[in-house]
């Protein structure tokens, strides 16, 4: 996740009025020129047809859960426009592929682009060279090396999903005597797992009687999360809660939870997978919450990039332009609003 972006400032000219207009004022039946109206609906996207937009969309190649599911929400939420076009690539975690995908849009002169880039620092050229182009960019998730390189970012809260697990998991143990906590993280060569450690750790300094007694670091596999679990439970016989960065993940730690016959403790889970959401729903094992990274990103991302090209701006929002820059909360989802996001959980 991104820390610091540049904002750019907006720029509106006003239709400068006579000397007799200041005088006489507008009578009720005079219409406004559109660039005066002050009628919102005019000039932000909403669901009626608009103009058409024809969309390229570069994602990822589907070997996880949550990628599949950025997919799916892209092409999903494309067809739910009559105006849209998608034009969307196979999916690829080539970085080369991916950037002949990416130049093979420019060259169809699609009107905008979205991108989910399989690494940001490498593909910020091709984002520069379609930006330059005339081609506005909205950069999906993985951030480009450079704001010029996209018009807009939106991408998820790995910080806040830290954050949201270790207020959740403080609240719940606020008030035991010297409680105990562990971790089961990703991959720790990932700037993302060392963002959602730092999340959690800073949520924890909250709670004096809480203390972070171990920390693992898995893979984001269903076998990575049962192996190293293991070594959890064997190092670690007394604990009361466990953060999982990841649902994927999380299976397998389940799967070692359940070999162990432990059911001391609560277990928060990371990103929203339908099967977590499940087992919150069931309420039969220590899986009590899970912390969104959500894949709908992708489908607010096709939103954007209508909007962008029809030249409006979004709902609930005062400005004429799509903002530059849009972080994705990350919610608590647990047995009490756990019906409200099943809809959003992914396999």
């Keep these: 996740m991104p820390t610091n972006t ?3 400032g907006l720029l509106f000219g006003a239709a400068a009025l006579s000397t007799g207009a200041l005088i006489t004022g507008c009578t009720s039946n005079e219409s406004k020129d559109d660039e005066g109206s002050s009628d919102r609906s005019q000039q932000v996207a909403d669901d009626k047809p608009g103009k058409k937009v024809t969309i390229g969309f570069a994602g990822p190649q589907a070997d996880h ?24 690539t196979e999916g690829s975690n080539d970085t080369a592929a991916q950037i002949g995908q ?43 090396a450079t704001p010029q390189a996209y018009r807009c970012w939106i991408g998820g809260d790995n910080y806040g999903m830290g954050l949201s697990a270790g207020h959740y998991i403080g609240e ?57 679990m293991s070594q959890l439970l064997q190092a ?5 809660a466990l953060w999982n960065h990841d649902d994927d993940q999380g299976v397998g730690a389940l799967r070692a939870i359940k070999q162990a016959g432990r059911d001391d403790f609560l277990m928060v889970g990371g990103a929203g997978a339908l099967s977590a959401m499940q087992a919150i729903e069931a309420d039969n094992s220590v899986l009590k919450a899970t912390v969104l990274y959500p894949p709908t990103m992708a489908a607010s991302a096709i939103d954007l990039a209508r909007a962008l090209g029809q030249g409006k701006g979004v709902g609930g929002m005062a400005e004429f332009e799509i903002p ?3 972080t994705c909360y990350s919610a608590v989802v647990d047995k009490e609003n756990v019906g409200r996001y099943m809809s959003t959980g992914f396999k």
């Design 236 to 240: 670690q016989k007394n604990f009361d």
């Design 102 to 144: 990416v130049e093979t849009l420019i060259n169809k002169k699609v009107d905008v682009l979205v991108i989910l880039p399989a690494d940001g620092k490498a593909l910020t050229q091709v984002g520069l060279k379609a930006m330059r182009a005339g081609i506005p960019v909205v950069n999906l998730d993985r951030v480009f």
């Design 324 to 326: 530059s820059f849009v």
């Design 172 to 228: 719940k143990l606020k008030d035991k005597k010297s409680a105990r906590v562990v971790e089961l993280a990703g991959l720790d060569n990932l700037e993302l797992t060392k963002q959602r450690s730092k999340g959690f750790d800073d949520a924890l300094k909250n709670y004096s009687n809480i203390k972070k007694v171990a920390r693992q670091a898995a893979d984001f596999t269903v076998e990575s999360g049962q192996s190293k």
């Design 6 to 8: 540049s904002r750019r």
């Design 65 to 88: 859960g949550w990628l599949n599911a950025i997919n799916d929400q892209a092409k999903k939420r494309a067809e739910k426009y009559e105006d849209v076009t998608l034009e969307a």
